[in-house]
């Protein structure tokens, strides 16, 4: 029997189910009776067998970071070994690359996973721009301003003014992905929507680009720390 977890919802009109790679979860509204969650997630479970598959699958052709000494970060298709130290007390903590290792002086008290974060943050700025600004310079068009954020639905954004904001757990990815997503958003610069002119122009500039939208749709909930 799939194992899950039931959260009642004020905002909830209708009961769902959320599979992720973190486990099922049921979301059922307020006065939902719980009686009736066991045959509502027992008339969906070939559906949610087949997206925990899937999840599976996923997981195993590009596995999720190791975050621990001895364990591994994905950063652009290479895996980075971690080796961590905790450093005496009140040290700063400190993260640099050594060749294809990720060397961590971990401060007392800190916790890996923001200092790991905070580094991918750092990077994310020094592999997107240049990136973005090549492919401006290619298509003709400018942008005002690069933000990197860490938003959970979406991998980057391009405003109506041209500002330009993308998702640090890009770096994850094998590096023709970041490429990809940097190409559609500078083809919103030119053209805002999704409509055929878009997908048209990207084509041309990204032939390859029905690979990579499958490719984060298929391995997108991996990257995270």
Known sequence: MTEYS??????????????????????????????????????KRPWIERT??????????????????????????????????VQAARARSHVAR????????????????????????????AEVEPRLRAATRRAGVGFRGLQIRGQRTRWASCSSSGAMSFNWRLLLAPAEILDYVVEHEVAHLSVHDHSERFWGLL??????????ERWLRDHGHTLRL
Not at 12 to 29: C, F, K, L, T, W
Not at 54 to 67: D, H
Not at 102 to 112: E, I, Q, S, W
Request: positive net charge.
């Open 6 to 43: 039931v959260r009642r919802s004020r905002r909830a009109r209708h009961a769902r189910i959320n599979v992720s790679a973190d486990g099922v979860e049921v979301v059922v509204p307020e006065r939902f009776p719980l009686s009736r969650v066991e045959p509502f997630v027992a008339e």
């Open 203 to 212: 084509a041309r500039r990204c032939p390859d680009y029905r690979a990579h």
């Open 98 to 125: 050594r060749g294809d290792g990720l060397a961590v002086a971990l401060g007392p008290g800190h916790d890996l996973r923001e200092e790991l974060e905070a580094w991918l943050r750092r990077r994310a700025r």
């Open 52 to 85: 925990l598959r899937r999840y599976r699958r996923s997981a195993e052709a590009n596995p999720p970071p190791r975050v621990e000494d001895g364990g591994e970060l994905p950063y652009l298709g290479e895996r980075l070994t971690l080796r961590v130290r």
